[in-house]
């Protein structure tokens, strides 16, 4: 029974330390073919082999060596992404209620709608 607790234990520390190596393989990989467009291909491509030939020796000597600009593209990215999605949210949720009553205040002014048109307007953009 002791023994069985312990290959638990041990079984549970491998399973561990193996997901843990493939999320940083996975970060690794990310970092050099989709954030970090200035590095040559070649290296890329030794970065590659090294990774299959010596997976931990070399995925700790790029988090030691690239780690910085790691983190820095990664933010960069994530900073781009947000701008992004404030962007889309802009322009998907239209005009502001105040745009819409200065457009519709301008028509009036012009002549072009009545001061009833403007009032249903002005209700309109605001509900």
Request: glycine share 6%; hydrophobic share 55%; charged share 20%.
């Given at each position: 029974?002791?023994?069985?607790?312990?290959?638990?234990?041990?079984?549970?520390?491998?399973?561990?330390?193996?997901?843990?190596?493939?999320?940083?393989?996975?970060?690794?990989?990310?970092?050099?073919?989709?954030?970090?467009?200035?590095t040559s291909g070649?290296?890329?491509?030794?970065?590659?082999?090294?990774?299959?030939?010596?997976?931990?020796?070399?995925?700790?000597?790029?988090?030691?060596?690239?780690?910085?600009?790691?983190?820095?593209?990664?933010?960069?990215?994530?900073?781009?992404?947000?701008?992004?999605?404030?962007?889309?949210?802009?322009?998907?949720?239209?005009?502001?209620?105040?745009?819409?009553?200065?457009?519709?205040?301008?028509?009036?002014?012009?002549?072009?709608?009545?001061?009833?048109?403007?009032?249903?307007?002005?209700?309109?953009?605001?509900?």
């Amino acid at each position: 029974m002791l023994d069985s607790f312990w290959s638990f234990l041990w079984s549970t520390i491998v399973i561990f330390a193996f997901i843990a190596y493939l999320m940083i393989l996975f970060n690794i990989l990310v970092d050099l073919f989709w954030r970090d467009h200035k590095t040559s291909g070649w290296i890329k491509a030794v970065w590659v082999i090294f990774l299959i030939l010596v997976p931990y020796i070399t995925a700790l000597v790029y988090l030691i060596v690239r780690g910085t600009g790691m983190a820095e593209r990664a933010r960069e990215q994530a900073l781009q992404a947000k701008k992004e999605t404030e962007d889309y949210i802009r322009t998907a949720a239209g005009r502001s209620p105040a745009q819409e009553i200065a457009d519709a205040k301008a028509l009036l002014d012009g002549g072009a709608i009545s001061q009833g048109e403007f009032d249903a307007l002005k209700v309109k953009a605001l509900h």
